[in-house]
């Protein structure tokens, strides 16, 4: 079993900025994807920026040049930097880590942090 933990998130005013953490722990395999969604009220999940195996990053179009997905070195924990949050960007954050197996891939998830922006 793969635990991913988030924090950081929390109450800005638009144009703020935050910063979101997420540490993976437990029996990974090898990581084949970890990164970022959202869920805001009423829409669907949508991918927010991550990692792939190869190392290379994918954003959201909405987020580009502003969020910014970093690690550490030993690829377990990712951050997300947050600049000039926008009043859409309001959602529950999620952590997301893809295991890979020989045969298989096993997804995880986190329990997600709030980000809320609003003056």
């Known amino acids: 079993q793969v635990q991913l933990v988030e924090s950081g998130g929390g109450l800005v005013q638009p144009g703020g900025s935050l910063r979101l953490s997420c540490a993976a722990s437990?029996?990974?395999?090898?990581?084949?994807?970890m990164g970022w969604y959202r869920q805001g009220p009423g829409k669907q999940r949508e991918l927010v920026a991550t990692?792939?195996?190869?190392?290379?990053?994918n954003y959201a179009d909405s987020v580009k040049g502003r969020f910014t997905i970093s690690r550490d070195n030993a690829k377990t924990t990712v951050y997300l930097q947050m600049n000039s949050l926008k009043a859409e960007d309001t959602a529950t954050y999620y952590c997301?880590?893809?295991?890979?197996?020989?045969?298989?891939?096993?997804?995880?998830w986190g329990q997600g942090t709030q980000v809320t922006v609003s003056s």
């Open positions: 990692f792939t195996s190869g190392g290379s990053t």
């Open positions: 997301n880590l893809i295991d890979q197996y020989p045969l298989s891939r096993i997804e995880y």
């Open positions: 437990g029996s990974i395999r090898s990581i084949y994807a």
